[in-house]
């Protein structure tokens, strides 16, 4: 093991090198350069460019391991915790520098949770796309076998990774300089509403109505007196943060809640409800709202409406664009600074909770709505 030069130092050192030399390539294969730029550009999933990063960092830093072998379950005494590698030190890389890459570890999701056995090209890891796991894989075998340097493809993937957040930073700037233009009529309430529809609509858009409810709370704040907490983590479950739900709504000088929202991309279903009556804390909330993005069933909502007398706590069952259009039309003038607010949450949100092509199709239908205006 090298004990002169640290993790970090190595991973700092990649990303300098990387970052000084983007128009070049850092491994000799051209093969393995376009499998390391398809794994870097997969939007659809994110996880197996940590799993390499961990893998690759961990192979630097101590060449005596067997890069196959990011498990310590798996037998022999070549083996390391790439889980480790992964939460200590590449997390640390991709925070501080922003990198287009999930902001939690990769050995949680399904594919790379608690493997036992060498992780050799025949190994089918069950994900999709499968070739970002076949490719991984294949990479992990040319550094195993000494046809490629850790260090070399390590660098290359940081390089790839920055030059997918230029060219992010260029589109959505231009995109931005596009809409701002301060002579045109703002949209109207049902233009916005029709706006936020067509978001809803686009792939991967299970995070939006969190963000939707939360910008109206955001933009009205001074005039009810309430506020949301801050958000959790998209993929965090409600169990381990101790949330109540999606969004929680507290009163502004205090910090109890009055107020639950619960997002579903499907039915909400009697039982969805029961599961949250049995969260619920024994100091009682006011309020606790389901919003969904599909059809309300009778039934459900009866149910809902019936447990006030039980439970002292209102229990609905809301469809997301009636929520939010009866919001816009209510606090009609405030419907520009809400979809800024809106605007901006999208923007700053983790790719992996609202990817990047979700964040660009926003401000292209902006874009397009506004453009009628001028």
């Given amino acids: 093991m090298n004990n002169n030069i640290t993790p970090t130092d190595i991973l700092e050192n990649l990303y300098k090198q990387a970052n000084n030399n983007l128009p070049k390539s850092a491994v000799q294969s051209s093969e393995i350069q376009k499998k390391i730029e398809f794994i870097c550009r997969c939007n659809s999933n994110k996880a197996p460019v940590r799993f390499l990063l961990s893998c690759l960092l961990a192979k630097i ?97 940081i390089r790839f990774l920055l030059i997918i957040k230029l060219e992010d930073e260029q589109r959505m700037a231009q995109l931005i300089a596009d809409l701002k233009q301060t002579d045109i009529l703002p949209l109207s309430t049902e233009e916005i509403v029709t706006l936020l529809t067509q978001h809803l609509n686009c792939k991967h858009s299970s995070r939006l109505p969190v963000l939707i409810v939360t910008s109206a709370y955001q933009t009205v704040k ?59 804390p024994e100091s009682k909330i006011d309020n606790y709202i389901f919003i969904t993005t599909d059809i309300i069933e009778f039934e459900v909502a009866e149910y809902a409406k019936s447990l006030y007398e039980k439970t002292g706590i209102e229990f609905a069952v809301l469809d997301c664009i009636g929520f939010i259009r009866h919001f816009l039309h209510f606090f009609h003038r405030q419907r520009n600074i809400f979809l800024n607010i809106y605007q901006s949450m999208v923007l700053t949100e983790p790719t992996s909770a609202v990817s990047q092509p979700l964040k660009e199709a926003f401000l292209a239908l902006r874009r397009v709505a506004e453009g009628d205006k001028r």
């Fill in 222 to 280: 001074e005039q009810i007196g309430e506020v949301n907490k801050s958000l959790e983590a998209h993929n965090a479950a409600d169990k381990q943060t101790g949330s109540l739900g999606d969004v929680e709504i507290i009163l502004t000088n205090e910090d109890k809640v009055v107020t639950c929202y619960e997002m579903k991309d499907k039915r909400v279903t009697k039982t969805d409800i029961d599961v949250a009556l049995q969260k619920l």
């Fill in 61 to 157: 830093h101590n060449p005596q391991v067997d890069i196959r072998k990011p498990y310590t379950e798996i037998e022999g005494d070549d083996n390391y915790s790439g889980r480790f590698y992964d939460e200590k030190y590449v997390e640390l890389l991709v925070h501080t520098y922003k990198l287009p890459c999930n902001p939690t570890t990769a050995y949680l999701t399904p594919a790379f949770r608690n493997l036992d056995r060498l992780l050799t090209t025949d190994l089918v890891l069950v994900g999709r796309p499968r070739e970002v796991y076949i490719f991984a894989l294949e990479i992990l075998e040319k550094v195993h076998t000494q046809k490629e340097k850790a260090d070399n493809v390590l660098q290359e993937i």
